[in-house]
């Protein structure tokens, strides 16, 4: 198992659930198709399941 995934904004955020758009902040992403390296912790794979159809991962 890696211990870093990269999570890349795939989808816009334009009209989801707050909460939603949240978890995409808390993994770091502020626009579309912006990537960010994240450490593979259960939080932070609880935000990658949640707002799963936004994203692209990928381990690293």
Do not use: F
Not at 4 to 9: D, G, N, S, Y
Not at 32 to 45: G, L
């Amino acid at each position: 198992m890696s211990n870093k995934l990269r999570v890349t904004l795939i989808k816009s955020l334009n009209g989801r659930l707050e909460s939603h758009k949240q978890c995409v902040a808390g993994l770091g992403l502020r626009k579309m198709h912006q990537s960010r390296e994240v450490i593979n912790t259960p939080e932070n794979r609880g935000m990658i399941n949640k707002v799963s159809y936004l994203l692209k991962v990928e381990e690293v």
